[in-house]
């Protein structure tokens, strides 16, 4: 009787040990920490659906949110305190000087809009001559994204010769400024465009759309060099994760509009207009990476020849050589 008796208790503790919450694979595994860059903006919702749906605890870390403006992700990529983070081709000139920083995946495609009073009597790219438009930032990606549409169309905005360009420093500061005229146009964000447009404002730009960025991603995931050569692990496991994301995205927008606007994370309360714009940015999907729809390297390729010609890339008038130096190939083996 009392082997029988240890025999049922042993197999009760092994039971116990099998069951007990919180004690899964996934989570019995000591996780790393690591800090990454949480989005204040739509589009770069990934990030946080990957850690809300514990696809970062899945491949082993503890990640922990934070805030972070251009340069700071710029200066965390560079000296390793940030593994990954997304962002887009204004960081271009700064690889080709030297950043330790690597493009290594696409995170979707469209996002900013160039938008005007519903008055205006704008309504091409070629009324924008000889006119005012705001924007957020100097340099950043607004900017870039409305000198290149404008030069491309024929109008020299590189150096403010045939547009001005005024940086407001924040998106409702924008559309402020031209409710009250002072401005033309407004080149913005989402979902600051995106609500503007409900309210007096029509759109006659739009990176998801409008040549020459149609088809193409507009923001990418951008890993540390010095992470890429110390923990070449790291980052493949990170982007397993936003491909999780980015595929889950994809197939439940209104999944993921609710998970980003019921815990706050976006200011944002409109689920029906969420679901539109997450829905407008073609995350990549599993199969889309099968089919090899998503190359990454010939958007870096096509965006470095835009810059090179308007002198914003200068090392070399070769794009390949430029996206060479900017773009590295990380396999993740998930697809």
């Not at 920490?33 to 970062?56: D, H, M, W």
């Not at 923001?219 to 060099?225: D, G, N």
């Amino acid at each position: 009787m009392m082997k029988r008796f240890l025999a049922i208790a042993l197999v009760a503790i092994f039971a116990l040990m099998l069951f007990t919450p919180g004690e899964s694979s996934a989570a019995a595994k000591k996780l790393t920490k690591i800090n990454l860059v949480r989005t204040t903006s739509l589009c770069g919702i990934p990030t946080i659906v990957a850690f809300e749906q514990g696809y970062f605890a899945e491949e082993g870390y503890d990640v922990e949110l934070i805030t972070a403006d251009s340069e700071t992700r710029k200066l965390g990529l560079n000296n390793g305190t940030l593994p990954l983070a997304n962002w887009d081709y204004a960081y271009f000139p700064s690889i080709e000087n030297g950043l330790g920083i690597k493009v290594v995946d696409g995170l979707h495609r469209g996002c900013i809009t160039i938008i005007v009073p519903n008055d205006s009597p704008i309504k091409t790219v070629h009324d924008l001559k000889g006119k005012k438009i705001a924007i957020q930032e100097l340099g950043a990606t607004e900017h870039q994204v409305t000198v290149v549409w404008l030069e491309t169309n024929g109008i020299k905005a590189a150096a403010n010769e045939e547009v001005e360009l005024i940086p407001y420093g924040d998106g409702n500061l924008e559309v402020e400024a031209a409710r009250k005229g002072e401005v033309d146009a407004v080149a913005i964000w989402d979902p600051i465009g995106a609500q503007a447009l409900e309210k007096g404002f029509r759109k006659i730009f739009d990176l998801h759309d409008t040549p020459p960025f149609a088809g193409r991603y507009c923001c990418f995931l951008m890993a540390s060099e010095k992470v890429l050569k110390s923990d070449p692990k790291q980052i493949p496991a990170l982007l397993r994760a936003y491909h999780k994301a980015q595929d889950f995205i994809y197939k439940n927008p209104e999944k993921a509009a609710k998970i980003v606007i019921d815990k706050k994370y976006i200011n944002v309360d409109d689920v029906a207009l969420a679901v539109k714009l997450i829905k407008n940015y073609d995350y990549p999907t599993y199969d889309d990476r099968r089919k090899g729809t998503t190359n990454v390297y010939e958007d870096v390729v096509y965006f470095s020849q835009k810059l090179i010609d308007l002198g914003y890339l200068k090392s070399s008038k070769d794009a390949k050589v430029i996206a060479g130096k900017i773009y590295q190939e990380v396999k993740t083996n998930d697809y």
